[in-house]
């Protein structure tokens, strides 16, 4: 029989565990307050731990249980269901973190998950939970399972100095979530530098990352130290990883497994101790068949991966983060949050959304600006699968066409309010009168 301490200063919450997990076959024991539990949990083979508690908090209980005994599940508890508090308890070594009110089926299928790892006596252990509304900078927005997945796998691995590969179509939030295992750890305080590998020529790529000497090449009027020395100490992100040539997969798998590399033209082998993480929208493995990426190279790169669903894949998200953007707007632009209509949200849930988060960001930037008052108009939101774009016959215009039409159809989205126009157009109200008389545009019905 397994002996569970349950660590709540809830009386209430403590005795309805108590009833359930002793129906469960579990010996139960109580401890109401932080300093009890670390009398207590030596006696204990899991714990369930309440994260806010008078005087000693569940994070410091978790932390000293944990540098104790090292093998022993500890669940969180918590009605604080936020991004940072579920990374910090899982970098600490919580098995999982649940939110209150907690739900019943969950909370047995984590305690059958602790069983098996106590009958293992393994530390290996990493599970987790997340985030609600509201906007700070630089946060991963969800609820649903998939994003609770994501949190456990940035908790494992942000102490980790192994390389990392990120995997998810374009717009799901790749480098955010790279941002989040470096500053979640003890990396944090160190170097994290950024390179967009599809962005340079296979030459520049390989400046960029390893530097040069003076007179490497034509242009290069001085030494250059490349990403892996000035990231070295923290954290290389290499974006869009599946788009290097081969000449700089040989030369970057070397570095992975060697930390030694030379500048460009130079013959100095230099050292640097910095983590990659990896991200990339291409599916690796087919370009393994292929023959176009190094298979070497791929299982260096993906000693951890994490792997990013698409927005269509957790819809129950779409809300969470209608609203944690359209505060992030408000946020930047000094203005009142806006609302949105019920039937507008359940439109955007039930869209595909090919482009993911970070199609989602943009058409309710579209919205805001193109919406009067405080709640956004439904014709504001432009929403289309990516098969009916693909009918839509190419038209070759003018700039002048172009633009004639964006006016007119400005001036009737704002019922021909033209300051109002001016303003979503950008420019001043002589400017768009001037361009209504050069395109001979008119109100309807004057």
């Known amino acids: 029989m397994k002996k569970i301490l349950v660590v709540d200063d809830d009386k209430g919450i403590r005795k309805t565990l108590e009833m359930h997990l002793s129906q469960e076959g579990y010996a139960v024991q109580i401890a109401s307050n932080g300093n009890e539990a670390l009398r207590k949990f030596t006696d204990a083979d899991i ?6 508690m008078p005087e000693v908090d ?27 508090t579920a990374i910090e308890a899982i970098r600490l070594g919580a098995v999982d973190l649940l939110g209150k009110p907690l739900q019943l089926d969950q909370l047995e299928e984590v305690l059958d998950k602790a069983s098996e790892l106590v009958d293992l006596s393994t530390d290996e252990v990493t599970l987790g939970d997340t985030p609600g509304g509201g906007y700070r900078p630089n946060v991963i927005v969800g609820r649903s399972r998939a994003v609770k997945n994501v ?15 990120i995997q998810g179509e374009s717009g799901t939030g790749k480098e955010l979530v790279a941002r989040a295992v470096h500053f979640s750890g003890k990396f944090k305080m160190r170097p994290f530098v950024t390179v967009t590998c599809s962005t340079l020529s296979p030459a520049l790529l390989e400046s960029e990352l390893f530097g040069h000497e003076k007179g490497a090449f034509t242009g290069a009027i001085r030494t250059k130290p490349g990403k892996f020395e000035l990231a070295s100490g923290g954290t290389l992100f290499l974006d869009e990883i599946g788009e290097i040539s081969p000449d700089v997969q040989v030369k970057l798998l070397r570095f992975l497994q060697e930390k030694e590399f030379e500048r460009v033209g130079g013959v100095e082998t230099l050292k640097s101790d910095v983590r990659v993480i990896a991200a990339t929208n291409r599916d690796l493995e087919a370009m393994l068949e292929e023959g176009t990426f190094r298979e070497d190279l791929y299982y260096r790169l993906r000693v951890v991966r994490i792997e990013l669903p698409p927005l269509r894949e957790r819809r129950e998200d779409i809300p969470l983060l209608v609203e944690y953007f359209l505060d992030k707007i408000a946020v930047e632009t000094s ?20 482009g993911n988060v970070r199609e989602l960001e943009n058409v309710l930037r579209r919205a805001v600006v193109l919406s009067t008052g405080n709640v ?6 432009e929403l289309g699968s990516s098969e009916d774009a693909q009918k839509v016959p190419l038209l070759i215009l003018s700039v002048q066409e172009v633009e004639r039409s964006h006016i007119r159809n400005v001036l009737e989205f704002t019922g021909w309010h033209k300051s109002r126009a001016a303003e979503i157009l950008n420019l001043s109200r002589p400017t768009l009168d001037k361009r209504i008389r050069e395109y001979g545009l008119k109100q309807p019905g004057k």
């Open 58 to 84: 569940g994070m410091e209980v978790l932390a000293k249980v944990k540098e104790k005994r090292p093998s022993m599940p500890v669940i969180i508890i918590t009605a604080y269901d936020d991004m940072e």
């Open 47 to 52: 714990m369930l731990l309440d994260l806010r």
């Open 151 to 165: 949190f456990k796998a940035i908790g494992s691995v942000s102490d980790s100095e192994v390389p990392v590969l």
């Open 335 to 354: 203005k009142p949050a806006l609302a949105i209509p019920s039937g507008s949200m359940d439109d955007l849930v039930n869209y595909d959304w090919p």
């Open 376 to 381: 956004i108009h439904p014709n504001a939101l």
